[in-house]
Nanobody, 122 residues
Framework: QVQLVESGGGLVQAGGSLKLSCAASGRTFYTMGWHRQAPGKEREFVAAILWSGGTTYYADSVKGRFTISRDNAKNTVYLQMNSLKPEDTAVYYC?????????????????WGQGTQVTVSS
């Protein structure tokens, strides 16, 4: 059974930091990504990483503030979020894709986690 389990969300003041984790089990994914969905808005891409090689991709809105990384031994992907802003408030979802894509930012993902809430207060 394939599972993606996120953790690490919470409430933080603007300017603060949080680190999200996503533990994958049941499959090894070619690409792992983080997406987010704010109330009343569509889900949007945040960051992605290729499991082999570690190439990373970021949305412009988080570039320079967020860092995606992975631990191959633990089959876990992380999202370190610094300099958080109120507009980063959303439910953050981990997603896994089984095949290569030229554009992880726009690709469809095969498996999704249940999401973890991140709230940034001003």
């Amino acid at each position: 059974q394939v599972q993606l389990v996120e953790s690490g969300g919470g409430l933080v003041q603007a300017g603060g930091s949080l680190k999200l984790s996503c533990a994958a089990s049941g499959r090894t994914f070619y690409t792992m990504g983080w997406h987010r969905q704010a109330p009343g808005k569509e889900r949007e891409f945040v960051a992605a990483i290729l499991w082999s090689g570690g190439t990373t991709y970021y949305a412009d809105s988080v570039k320079g503030r967020f860092t995606i990384s992975r631990d191959n031994a633990k089959n876990t992907v992380y999202l370190q979020m610094n300099s958080l802003k109120p507009e980063d408030t959303a439910v953050y979802y981990c997603a896994g894709r089984l095949t290569w894509t030229v554009a992880p930012q726009k690709a469809e993902y095969d498996y999704w986690g249940q999401g973890t809430q991140v709230t940034v207060s001003s």
